[in-house]
């Protein structure tokens, strides 16, 4: 083995185990609003049961067998839940919960909580003694789990031909791929308003050099992550504390 592959070697390995926890700002999201965006949720949006939030007023909706709705301003609805229809690709559950007429619509369409930023799958509407409320449902990591995520552009170089970098977000907290020469492994912690990767490891190979810089710059804006925006187009952008991003499509 060449001295030029042993050290490229040892530069990998010293820029793996250097990768570090993120620190995680963890803010109260127990109720949350939406400004909605273009884009349609992913393919791993939940279906049921389904938990929205708003604000001004605060309010929050759990639907599953059950319907609970609570208001800041004391508004409380408890019943059987009405049966779910779907119009035109909208769940909408319709009727009487307690004696009182609710009409809760949910559209599949990526809603930005209006207080942290934080998409949600769900947009919902929900309409209660002549009130409407309107606010996000669905949990956030619905949006990252499922299909692979192609990476396009890494701090806004974009990427090099023929090269790929990959993202998979999978269930218990699990993050791998390939970092454009190496494959990596890590995991991922989403709560409150934060997006945070762990701890990372990956193999040792070594590639041309252009490929191994573009390689530490992904893994550079990865270990930094600290949110997630999808786009109006329905790309994946990843952000961090430097408002350094990567930018990655299905």
């Known amino acids: 083995m060449s001295l030029r592959v042993l050290n490229w070697r040892k530069a990998m390995r010293r820029s793996m185990t250097s990768w570090r926890a993120c620190a995680l700002v963890v803010l109260s999201a127990s109720m949350v609003g939406c400004a ?26 759990d639907i599953g067998s059950t319907l609970r709705f609570a208001e800041a301003g004391g508004l409380r609805v408890e019943g059987a839940a ?54 996000c449902g669905g949990e956030p990591v619905a949006l990252l789990r499922g299909a692979e995520w192609v990476v ?38 989403l709560t409150g308003e934060s997006l945070a990767v762990g701890r990372g490891a990956g193999t040792l190979m070594a590639c041309a050099p252009a490929l191994m810089r573009q390689e530490q710059r992904f893994l550079d804006i990865l270990q930094g992550v ?11 952008v990843l952000i961090d504390a430097q408002g350094r991003k990567i930018t990655a499509r299905r």
Do not use: Q
């Open 36 to 61: 909605t965006g273009g884009g349609s949720a992913g393919d791993g949006a939940e279906a049921a049961p389904l938990r929205a939030r708003g604000n001004e007023p605060f309010w929050s909706l």
């Open 82 to 135: 009405p049966p779910v229809r779907m119009v035109d690709g909208v769940r909408r559950y319709a009727g009487k919960v307690s004696g009182r007429a609710i009409d809760v619509a949910v559209t599949p369409r990526v809603c930005r909580d209006d207080m942290t930023g934080m998409p949600h799958p769900f947009s919902v509407e929900a309409a209660l003694d002549g009130r409407r409320f309107r606010g």
């Open 152 to 189: 396009e552009d890494i701090g806004g170089g974009g990427i090099i031909d023929s090269s790929r970098a990959t993202l998979n977000f999978r269930d218990g907290g699990r993050l791998d791929g390939r970092a454009s020469c190496n494959s990596y492994s890590t995991s991922y912690t």
């Open 226 to 236: 600290n949110r997630f925006e999808i786009s109006d187009t329905g790309a994946l």
